[in-house]
DNA sequence: CCGGTTGTTCGACCAAGAGCGAACCACCAG
DNA sequence: CTGGTGGTTCGCTCTTGGTCGAACAACCGG
C-alpha cells in the first residue's frame, strides 16, 4: 500500500532528521511503549490528523517505522530489528535520553 | 567568546537536528578522527567559510562541539564527554553507523 | 602602516518542511 | 443507499534553514 525503504535502504541522516522533531520523537516513543503497533488515532499528540498523517508518513519513508493494514485500520510500529541491524544502538540511545530527559 | 551550552543544557532534539545535516555529519567523523581538535579551515567539506560558519554554529549550540582559542585560530573539538554523559551512547552508535556508511 | 590569514556577521535568496482545513477514498454498519 | 470512521492527499500559508558574497574584525608578518 504505502512506500517503506528496505533494510539496507536506511539512510543515517534520514533516521536522524526524523527523530529531531518533537512530535515525532514522541510518536516513537509512544510506539516503544507498545508491543503489538498502535492506531494512529491512538497516538494522541495534540495536531490535526492531516500533519500526524505527515509525521508519519516522514518516520515511514525513513525506515523508522512500519504501517500494516489490520483490518479496516493501520498499525504504527517501529521498525527495531532493522533499526538495529543498521544503526546498531542509536534507537535505544534516543529512547533512553528522550525517556532520561521527560 | 562564543556560546555554548551547559552539559544539562543539551537539548537531545538539538542534537539529532545537528547530526542530521550531511555536512554537518562529516564534519563531526572528521572531528572524531582528529584527539586535538580541529582549525576551521582543516575541514575541508567544500563549502564557503560563511556557510561553514554558520554549520560550526549550529553544532556549537547543540552542543556537539566545543570552541576554543588557540593562538590566532579556533580550534573546534568534539564535546565527547559531556555527550556521553547526557545522552549516553549517542554519539558512538551515530559515528559507528557513518563510519558504516561510508 | 599595509597586506594576508582566519573567522564571524549581515543581508538576500531559495528550498524544504510544519501546520491546517477540505476534499477524497475505502470500508463497515444500519 | 446513507452515514460514520480511519486515513491520505491536496492546496495553501508561514517559518526554518542552507547557501553565498560582501563587509567587517582581530591578529600577525614584513
Redesign the interface.
Known sequence: MVRHPLPEEI???DV??A????IR?RIVRNLAASDEGRCCNGLSVGVSKSTLSHHLKVLREAGVTRTRMSGTQRLVSLREDDLEE?????L???L???RA?A
Open positions: 539512510e543515517l541522516t536522524l532528521h527523530l529531531s522533531d518533537p520523537l543498521r544503526l546498531p544502538g542509536l535505544a540511545s534516543v533512553g535520553a528522550a530527559a
